[in-house]
């Protein structure tokens, strides 16, 4: 477990020094992607909430997005 969290803090930090947009949202991507599956695993019972949680997901990562890819700095 730790040498997979070292090997993706390596891969963050790689792509936000290389300002590799591309590789960072899919980063981002992959990562909401994985949080919406942890979710859909659970337990829960109330869709309603597991709608919005998914929802809240989407739009913080559209904004991440569009963040990203209007000022590159905001990376940093």
Do not use: W, Y
Not at 10 to 33: F, H, N, Y
Request: glycine share 4%; with cysteine; hydrophobic share 35%.
């Amino acid at each position: 477990m730790c040498k997979e969290a070292e090997n993706v803090f390596t891969e963050v930090g790689d792509a936000i020094e290389k300002q590799d947009r591309k590789k960072i949202l899919g980063m981002i991507k992959k990562s909401a992607e994985g949080a919406v599956a942890e979710i859909l695993q659970s337990n829960s019972q109330n869709d309603e909430e597991m709608v919005e949680i998914i929802e809240s997901l989407q739009k913080t990562a559209q904004r991440t997005a569009e963040a990203v890819h209007e000022s590159p700095c905001n990376v940093n």
